[in-house]
């Protein structure tokens, strides 16, 4: 996860880029995995399907989103719902051997596509920093008067 915060004069903007690499639905018949490499593949298997329920209660405008569901899909909330903007890359292959995941990934890609948001600027106003420069101020106060320190008048 990567996170910007930029502050101009007067306002303050917040941004989030997450980048998340997928991986592929893990086929166990498919990969010959044993052991904890199947584990992990029905770990994999069990998120891509918690992040497909999401995605399908955001596309449908269902009230529930059960971003709860996995670690994952908590990680991805905020970028998922409301005030974001959610690229998705699909890497596909030609091959005749892979065709069944090369569908299901487009499948998967197109729900992606059906999410609308409402990407806005998130910005604060000047009045807002301005109260939180208050808040701080007083904050300094208090600790001084705990201390047995004299306030000047902060007004």
């Known amino acids: 996860l990567l996170g910007l ?3 101009f004069p007067g306002n303050m903007s917040v941004g989030k880029l ?6 592929g639905s893990e086929r166990a018949g498919k990969t010959g ?17 918690a992040l497909g329920n999401v995605i399908n209660a955001l596309s449908t405008g ?6 709860r569901s996995n670690k994952l899909t908590r990680l991805l909330q905020d970028g998922l719902g409301g005030n974001a903007k959610t690229l998705m890359f699909v890497n596909v292959s030609p091959s005749e051997y892979n065709a069944e995941e090369t569908v299901n990934s487009l499948q998967y890609a197109a729900r992606v596509k059906l999410i609308t ?3 806005a600027k998130a910005v604060e106003s000047e009045e807002i920093q301005r109260l939180k420069d208050e808040i701080k101020k007083r904050d300094a106060a208090i600790s001084k ?11």
């Open 62 to 67: 269902e009230k529930h989103v059960p971003y």
């Open 145 to 155: 008067l705990k201390s047995g320190e004299s306030v000047e008048d902060f007004d």
């Open 5 to 7: 915060d930029v502050f």
């Open 117 to 119: 948001n409402d990407a």
């Open 33 to 49: 995995a044993t052991g904890e490499r199947l584990k992990e593949g029905q770990a994999i298997n069990q998120s891509l399907s």
């Open 18 to 23: 997450t980048l998340v690499d997928l991986a």
